[in-house]
T-cell receptor, first 114, second 116 residues
Framework: DVKVTQSSRYLVKRTGEKVFLECVQD?????MFWYRQDPGLGLRLIYF???????EKGDIPEGYSVSREKKERFSLILESASTNQTSMYLC?????????????FGAGTRLSVL | AQKVTQAQTEISVVEKEDVTLDCVYE???????LFWYKQPPSGELVFLIR??????QNEISGRYSWNFQKSTSSFNFTITASQVVDSAVYFC?????????????FGKGTHLIIQP
């Protein structure tokens, strides 16, 4: 089974802090994704990566950056956390190729910025 | 631009009733994939089904069935004889078929409540 692990289920941070959300997958997938989920808005794509050290902006990248130094790990970084970044963050991974485009998700990190 | 609409924000039924979750999509691509995911209270999105745009056959898996109609751009999900464990938020999603790393376009989800 595919395993996508997010390091924290719950985080509480203060405005202005630098926040790291970590995600690790164990299936040697090329592609990894970060989404945020908000009530009434569904899931929205923040950033994705199709290879080590490669990244692409999604629909809502403002206020976020990412890092992918190793294939299995994809980090989401909030450079200076703000209250409007309070949300549920979901990481996903998938293999390359149209026949393998099922995304597998982690359990999510619920971030509160006070 | 791609778009997925789940018009039902919340549905509440009594256990053992059948329930259908609607999903309507928009895309300019001729080749695309549609997905359904389940999000139980624990938070993790669980993959349920994938359908490509060339396969309009309906699919049945136990109590779950999916009806894909290209003519109406719909991909509806029916649960037969619902159970309390089916309570969750269900998301319909769409992606292009290029095999690239583009993310999924999600609907806003339907919160399904099955009452005992």
């Amino acid at each position: 089974d595919v395993k996508v692990t997010q390091s924290s289920r719950y985080l509480v941070k203060r405005t202005g802090e630098k926040v790291f959300l970590e995600c690790v997958q164990d299936m040697d997938h090329e592609n990894m994704f970060w989404y945020r989920q908000d009530p009434g808005l569904g899931l929205r794509l923040i950033y994705f990566s199709y290879d080590v050290k490669m990244k692409e902006k999604g629909d809502i990248p403002e206020g976020y950056s990412v890092s992918r130094e190793k294939k299995e790990r994809f980090s989401l970084i909030l450079e200076s956390a703000s209250t409007n970044q309070t949300s549920m963050y979901l990481c996903a991974s998938r293999a390359q190729g149209p026949a393998k485009n099922i995304q597998y998700f982690g359990a999510g990190t619920r971030l509160s910025v006070l | 631009a791609q778009k997925v609409t789940q018009a039902q924000t919340e549905i509440s039924v009594v256990e053992k009733e059948d329930v259908t979750l609607d999903c309507v999509y928009e895309t300019r691509d001729t080749t695309y994939y549609l997905f359904w995911y389940k999000q139980p209270p624990s938070g993790e999105l669980v993959f349920l089904i994938r359908r490509n745009s060339f396969d309009e056959q309906n699919e049945i898996s136990g109590r779950y069935s999916w009806n894909f109609q290209k003519s109406t751009s719909s991909f509806n999900f029916t649960i037969t004889a619902s159970q309390v464990v089916d309570s969750a938020v269900y998301f319909c999603a769409l992606s292009e078929a290029g095999g690239g790393a583009d993310g999924l376009t999600f609907g806003k989800g339907t919160h399904l409540i099955i009452q005992p």
